[in-house]
């Protein structure tokens, strides 16, 4: 009987060895898609805010036609630009389970793209130096609060209702602002952007990391988690944009 029992014991090791290393991988991946998401939007975003830039300025543009960055910037154009990253987070939503796994990632890369361009006249309003310097700070942010989510012992899904409704609110205040154009209420958007985003951070990788454990026992569960790692590649990285944007808001340099 001993014997059986440190069988099973040394059997339930192997396991639990085998789910930590899965689990591994899996945030690796993870992590893995939304950094390349992160490069595809920060080029997008470089080149096209560069040609903003220089229209604005009178000077020549070098990657666009002065005439496409005035249809896309001066014209009812800019905001589909402005809108179609939300449009396109719901139909993620809506339509990952029917994708494959490769579908969902090219469909990721492509968001990851047009926000590029939805945000590139961040490189028109702020300082080179200052973008550079809030991404850096919000890279360790972002990693603090990850790595806190991932390795916590508490479990912080009970958050996610309170952090739901703040994104709710902070996502109609900016609309509603946009036509506003009130600098308080930008300020008091940002400020309490930078609370829930923190939170989604952490609370995000909690529930990534759930998942992965609940849908690994499951038949076809590695097929599942492939497409999960995908899904959670883009709500991290909406995290870390929108955490970057919030600060960039509070404490960047405007030209």
Do not use: C
Not at 13 to 32: F, P, Q, S, W
Not at 55 to 79: C, D, H, K
Not at 93 to 105: H, I, L, P, T, W
Not at 143 to 159: E, H, M, P, R, V
């Amino acid at each position: 009987m001993a014997e059986f029992d440190t069988v099973r014991r040394a059997g339930a090791g192997v396991r639990t060895a085998e789910i930590d290393a899965g689990l591994r991988a899996h945030m690796n991946k993870v992590y893995g898609l939304m950094s390349v998401g992160l490069i595809v939007t920060g080029i997008v975003s470089y080149f096209v805010g560069m040609d903003l830039k220089s229209a604005m300025a009178g000077e020549p543009t070098r990657f666009l036609s002065y005439g496409v960055i005035q249809a896309m910037f001066s014209s009812p154009l800019m905001y589909l630009i402005m809108f179609a990253p939300l449009i396109m987070v719901f139909m993620f939503g809506a339509a990952v389970n029917r994708m494959s796994q490769s579908g969902a990632q090219m469909f990721f890369y492509a968001f990851a793209a047009v926000m590029g361009l939805s945000i590139s006249s961040i490189f028109v309003v702020y300082t080179g130096f200052s973008i550079a310097q809030t991404f850096f700070i919000t890279a360790i942010a972002f990693a603090s609060l990850s790595l806190w989510g991932y390795t916590t012992k508490k479990d912080i899904s009970g958050w996610g209702s309170f952090l739901f409704m703040g994104l709710v609110g902070i996502i109609v205040a900016s609309i509603v602002n946009i036509f506003l154009q009130s600098s308080a209420v930008m300020f008091a958007v940002s400020a309490l952007g930078v609370l829930i985003f923190a939170g989604l951070t952490a609370y995000d990788t909690q529930k990534i990391k759930n998942e992965y454990l609940q849908v690994r026992t499951q038949p076809n569960g590695e097929a599942m988690a492939g497409k999960m790692a995908v899904y959670g590649a883009l709500s991290l990285y909406l995290d870390f944009i929108n955490l970057f944007l919030m600060l960039l808001r509070l404490f960047g340099n405007r030209n």
